[in-house]
């Protein structure tokens, strides 16, 4: 299922993923970069990351939600703001990226530019500068 929304300077096409799917490599590499910090919920996530399957993505940024998909009964997570972080886009724009739990064992990674345009390379996480929330 497809759906489009133009919160950005240019649409933002947000696929829903029926069936979800693995993570591509990159975004594997972002989520452990992301566990090698400390944050609220980090030991949840850590032990059931291999259950972890993407569900929804979108096409002018590399924003991905995931949820963990188990037949274990987890307590789910508050709904909060587990990371902060920013990096450069290819054409020296700035961009932020949150990382996300949506309450439902389901997390986001949500990148922006700060001109909310579309991005013209894939976040490296060796360049992303990251803010560690309270825990």
Not at 79 to 87: A, D, P, Q, W
Not at 107 to 128: A, C, H, N, T, V
């Amino acid at each position: 299922m497809s759906e489009s929304r133009t919160y950005w300077a240019e649409p933002c096409n947000i696929t829903r993923l029926d069936p979800p799917r693995l993570f591509k490599t990159d975004e594997r590499q972002l989520v452990d970069y992301l566990l090698q910090n400390e944050f609220a919920q980090k030991d949840l996530l850590m032990s059931n990351v291999s259950e972890a399957r993407v569900i929804e993505e979108h096409d002018n940024c590399p924003t991905i939600v995931f949820r963990i998909m188990t037949n274990q009964v987890l307590v789910a997570p508050s709904r909060s703001v587990l990371l902060e972080g920013e990096g450069t886009d290819r054409d020296g724009m700035k961009y932020k990226m949150l990382f996300l739990s949506l309450g439902d064992l389901s997390y986001e990674i949500e990148f922006f530019r700060g001109d909310l345009g579309p991005f013209l390379s894939q976040p490296e996480p060796s360049q992303l500068h990251i803010e560690t929330r309270s825990l």
